[in-house]
């Protein structure tokens, strides 16, 4: 069962440090990322108007957000009219409750669930072990990162971080029917899966799932896969239960046109995902439950800059250009949103009191290559600078900041601060001592010159 990332000790940089150690893991993420990155330039290259559909994403998702509760009341209206049941889950706490009782009424104690970053973010496997109720991943890479008992780290490929040999090694461990001649050939592991898979999509009555997209006029949900076995859940069992944030939301069927075509090529840089699967309401035979999650949404939602960050369409192309994401991976983050997105959301969904969420607006390069991948245009690098100026600051730093703020306020104290330094440069260490030296564990103090610019233009005006 994938452990919890709550309470996770540390910081980003005590994280990442140890990842970056990590050589086989930098190669597996290094050899994916770059894979996936190729696929997504080249067929978004394809579309001579990529920049106009991006533009439209961003103002469909910007005009919803600027009428959620509207739309939301028309969605749970539409949901309910086609013998679907709503539920409102202000947090974490009211969701997994709400589902567990779900659950329980039906009287079965295992569920299959259909990849889903919202159950992830609530902790929902946790809470209905709680309960004795266990819940078994289908999607191929949260199986693997399940039966390895480790955290996802990757939005769109959980187990990014392990190589064919490592999965193989999972299976013949945790799976019952494997034998030892098991290869680690990818459509041999993928058989292996199916099996081990198709046992539980039969015997299972209770499915869970979240959504990519909502569409308010028609109360219709939409989950884009890859592999098939998202529709085995969404159509087998009795009872359908998904739980989907409520940013999740489109106005229209129009509008869901435009992120058809957003979403699968900058995920799998794919043209067309191969399935689709929608539903609206309860089918025949099928109980159906959406529990709509806030969870810090709404807060999210009243910060002018931050705001952005709901736009998110989870496509995960702002992870596979970072940087910073493709040496640290997605552990370092402590949280189910890794990369560029993980550093503005998590923050703003849990707020900035534990030493984790607060480094993570600093875990960025701000060299801005997420933005430019990002299907909705959120502006991450602003985010995060925003982000900077609300985190909590040590107080020597805060200290040094007001120091540095007087001096550069005025250009008589900046000129008598500048001669000062260049008369005790040769005094000046390479490494700054005490809680100041993490600046300078991957910095070089720069050298302070013989002669200010200043002084230098003077006497030289003056000749
Ligand atoms: S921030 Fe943009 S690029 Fe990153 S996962 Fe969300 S939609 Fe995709």
Same mark, same amino acid.
């Given at each position: 069962?994938?452990?919890?990332?709550?309470?996770?000790?540390?910081?980003?940089?005590?994280?990442?440090?140890?990842?970056?150690?990590?050589?086989?893991?930098?190669?597996?993420?290094?050899?994916?990322?770059?894979?996936?990155?190729?696929?997504?330039?080249?067929?978004?290259?394809?579309?001579?108007?990529?920049?106009?559909?991006? #533009?439209?994403?961003?103002?469909?998702?910007?005009?919803?957000?600027?009428?959620?509760?509207?739309?939301?009341?028309?969605?749970?209206?539409?949901?309910?009219?086609?013998?679907?049941?709503?539920?409102?889950?202000?947090?974490? #706490?009211?969701?997994? %409750?709400?589902?567990?009782?779900?659950?329980?009424? $039906?009287?079965?104690?295992?569920?299959?669930?259909?990849?889903?970053?919202?159950?992830?973010?609530?902790?929902?496997?946790?809470?209905?072990?709680?309960?004795?109720?266990?819940?078994?991943?289908?999607?191929?890479?949260?199986?693997?990162?399940?039966?390895?008992?480790?955290?996802?780290?990757?939005?769109?490929?959980?187990?990014?971080?392990?190589?064919?040999?490592?999965?193989?090694?999972?299976?013949?461990?945790?799976?019952?029917?494997?034998?030892?001649?098991?290869?680690?050939?990818?459509?041999?592991?993928?058989?292996?899966?199916?099996?081990?898979?198709?046992?539980?999509?039969? %015997?299972?009555?209770?499915?869970?799932?979240?959504?990519?997209?909502?569409?308010?006029?028609?109360?219709?949900?939409?989950?884009?896969?890859?592999?098939?076995?998202?529709?085995?859940?969404? $159509?087998?069992?009795?009872?359908?239960?998904?739980?989907?944030?409520?940013?999740?939301?489109?106005?229209?069927?129009?509008?869901?046109?435009?992120?058809?075509?957003?979403?699968?090529?900058?995920?799998?840089?794919?043209?067309?995902?191969?399935?689709?699967?929608?539903?609206?309401?309860?089918?025949?035979?099928?109980?159906?439950?959406?529990?709509?999650?806030?969870?810090? %949404?709404?807060?999210?939602?009243?910060?002018?800059?931050?705001?952005?960050?709901?736009?998110?369409?989870?496509?995960?192309?702002?992870?596979?250009?970072?940087?910073?994401?493709? @040496?640290?991976?997605?552990?370092?983050?402590?949280?189910?949103?890794?990369?560029?997105?993980?550093?503005?959301?998590?923050?703003?969904?849990?707020?900035?009191?534990?030493?984790?969420?607060?480094?993570?607006?600093?875990?960025?390069?701000?060299?801005?290559?997420?933005?430019?991948?990002?299907?909705?245009?959120?502006?991450?690098?602003?985010?995060?600078?925003?982000?900077?100026?609300?985190?909590?600051?040590?107080?020597?730093?805060?200290?040094?900041?007001?120091?540095?703020?007087?001096?550069?306020?005025?250009?008589? @104290?900046?000129?008598?601060?500048?001669?000062?330094?260049?008369?005790?440069?040769?005094?000046?260490?390479?490494?700054?001592?005490?809680?100041?030296?993490?600046?300078?564990?991957?910095?070089?103090?720069?050298?302070?010159?013989?002669?200010?610019?200043?002084?230098?233009?003077? %006497?030289?005006?003056?000749?």
């Amino acid at each position: 069962m994938s452990a919890t990332f709550i309470g996770m000790p540390g910081n980003f940089p005590q994280n990442s440090k140890k990842a970056v150690q990590n050589s086989q893991l930098r190669f597996n993420l290094r050899k994916a990322t770059h894979t996936i990155r190729g696929k997504r330039a080249s067929v978004v290259g394809e579309l001579p108007d990529w920049q106009e559909l991006r #533009a439209a994403g961003k103002a469909i998702k910007d005009h919803t957000l600027h009428h959620l509760d509207r739309y939301l009341l028309q969605l749970e209206e539409a949901v309910t009219r086609a013998g679907g049941t709503v539920h409102w889950a202000r947090d974490a #706490a009211e969701a997994n %409750r709400i589902v567990t009782d779900l659950v329980k009424a $039906t009287g079965e104690t295992e569920v299959v669930k259909v990849k889903s970053m919202a159950t992830q973010e609530i902790e929902l496997n946790q809470a209905l072990a709680a309960h004795g109720i266990t819940a078994y991943e289908t999607d191929l890479a949260e199986l693997i990162v399940q039966l390895g008992d480790d955290f996802p780290s990757h939005i769109l490929v959980p187990a990014i971080h392990r190589n064919r040999s490592e999965i193989r090694e999972i299976f013949l461990d945790k799976m019952p029917h494997v034998t030892p001649d098991l290869t680690d050939d990818p459509p041999a592991l993928a058989e292996a899966a199916r099996l081990h898979l198709r046992e539980r999509f039969l %015997r299972s009555k209770v499915a869970i799932s979240g959504a990519n997209f909502m569409v308010a006029e028609t109360g219709t949900l939409v989950v884009l896969e890859s592999e098939g076995n998202g529709r085995m859940c969404l $159509t087998l069992p009795e009872t359908l239960i998904s739980v989907v944030g409520i940013e999740k939301l489109l106005p229209s069927w129009r509008d869901l046109e435009v992120f058809l075509q957003l979403l699968p090529r900058s995920s799998t840089g794919e043209r067309m995902n191969p399935y689709t699967s929608m539903w609206t309401g309860a089918t025949e035979g099928q109980d159906f439950h959406l529990v709509l999650l806030d969870n810090g %949404r709404t807060d999210v939602l009243a910060d002018e800059v931050g705001r952005q960050a709901l736009r998110c369409i989870r496509c995960s192309a702002c992870l596979n250009v970072c940087p910073v994401y493709e @040496r640290a991976g997605g552990h370092a983050y402590g949280s189910v949103y890794p990369g560029p997105i993980g550093a503005i959301l998590t923050p703003q969904l849990r707020g900035m009191s534990s030493e984790l969420d607060a480094s993570l607006p600093f875990a960025s390069s701000l060299c801005g290559a997420c933005y430019e991948a990002c299907p909705v245009a959120i502006d991450i690098p602003e985010v995060l600078v925003d982000l900077r100026a609300k985190a909590p600051h040590a107080a020597a730093e805060r200290a040094g900041m007001k120091v540095a703020g007087w001096i550069l306020n005025d250009h008589q @104290r900046l000129a008598k601060a500048q001669r000062a330094a260049t008369r005790v440069r040769k005094l000046v260490p390479k490494r700054l001592p005490g809680p100041l030296s993490a600046w300078t564990d991957t910095r070089d103090i720069p050298e302070i010159p013989e002669e200010s610019f200043r002084d230098w233009w003077e %006497r030289n005006e003056r000749a």
